[in-house]
């Protein structure tokens, strides 16, 4: 049983162009300093870092999208809830529908979503993200599913794909060492790492793409992109995740 949920996908004209917002402060400031240029180039200079460090990386292409800290935190405390009640870990058990071969894995509560404002994160990122991919707006954003993975060493995700239309994995805690390669020589290390596999090896072109966990990183996929989650060794630490299944437009999804 899948529960769903909707998220309105009204924005303010800021969250919707913040490089229009950000290019017309900057006109402005550039306009001031005929005025008075010591205080506009202060004001420049503040504005452009804020801009290329805090705006733009929430809408940036190519790379992972960041959770809110305060976002991370609350999910966290609500995992920490979870662990605390046998009745509640037993009632949200979502392992028998996934693929891993990981220590726990439970479904996040439609009201918790809504009360945290996980449904906002994820209806603001994927709007974004289809946007700057492909010049579309989506007017229907609904959430299927969404669940935390508990992984601890030696435990794996095998090669998999979910179910909706956009799917996307964000990263809760991550161990401070995910272990080493049995044989020292090795040059690339995989342990704990995500990896999208997609058609076969062709000229100049990789099948893979591996991600490699931090806290907050959260990335976006269609729900058929095949992936995996490599075993970790060594740490007794947890690799704590959130993933999602969500459905939008449908003619959009059909392009």
């Known amino acids: 049983h899948s529960s769903e949920i909707s998220t309105n996908q009204?924005?303010?004209?800021?969250?919707?162009?913040?490089?229009?917002?950000?290019?017309?402060?900057?006109?402005?400031?550039?306009?001031?300093?005929?005025?008075?240029?010591?205080?506009?180039?202060?004001?420049?200079?503040?504005?452009?870092?804020?801009a290329t460090k805090e705006w733009f990386d929430t809408y940036h292409s190519g790379d992972a999208d960041k959770m809110p800290k305060d976002l991370i935190d609350k999910?966290?405390?609500?995992?920490?809830?979870?662990?605390?009640?046998?009745?509640?870990?037993?009632?949200?058990?979502?392992?028998?529908?996934?693929?891993?071969?990981?220590?726990?894995?439970?479904?996040i509560e439609k009201d918790v979503m809504e009360k945290i404002?996980?449904?906002?994160?994820?209806?603001s990122s994927v709007r974004e993200w289809i946007r700057q991919t492909n010049k579309r707006e989506i007017t229907k954003f609904n959430i299927m599913n969404s669940w935390i993975v508990r992984q601890f060493k030696n435990e794996y995700n095998p090669s998999h794909w979910h179910n909706g239309h956009v799917s996307g994995v964000g990263y809760l805690k991550v161990p401070s060492?995910?272990?080493?390669?049995?044989?020292?020589?090795?040059?690339?290390?995989?342990?704990?790492?995500?990896?999208?596999?997609?058609?076969?090896?062709?000229?100049?072109?990789?099948?893979?793409?591996r991600v490699t966990p931090?806290?907050?990183?959260?990335?976006?996929?269609?729900?058929?992109?095949?992936?995996?989650?490599?075993?970790?060794?060594?740490?007794?630490?947890?690799?704590?995740?959130?993933?999602?299944?969500?459905?939008v437009d449908q003619s959009l999804f059909n392009e």
């Not at 405390?77 to 894995?105: H, P, R, W």
């Not at 404002?117 to 209806?123: D, E, M, P, Q, S």
């Open 214 to 247: 931090r806290v907050g990183d959260f990335y976006f996929f269609p729900h058929y992109l095949m992936h995996a989650v490599y075993p970790f060794f060594d740490s007794d630490e947890e690799r704590r995740s959130v993933s999602f299944n969500a459905t």
């Open 117 to 123: 404002g996980w449904g906002k994160f994820l209806a």
């Open 10 to 50: 009204e924005s303010s004209f800021f969250s919707s162009n913040p490089r229009v917002v950000t290019g017309l402060v900057l006109i402005i400031l550039v306009a001031v300093m005929f005025i008075n240029k010591t205080s506009a180039l202060i004001l420049l200079v503040i504005v452009g870092l804020l």
């Open 177 to 209: 060492n995910l272990g080493g390669t049995l044989q020292k020589d090795k040059a690339i290390n995989n342990n704990g790492k995500l990896e999208m596999v997609h058609g076969s090896k062709a000229f100049l072109c990789k099948p893979t793409f």
């Open 75 to 107: 999910l966290n405390e609500y995992t920490e809830s979870i662990l605390s009640d046998q009745n509640k870990q037993d009632e949200l058990n979502y392992g028998n529908k996934l693929a891993g071969n990981v220590k726990q894995e439970f479904m």
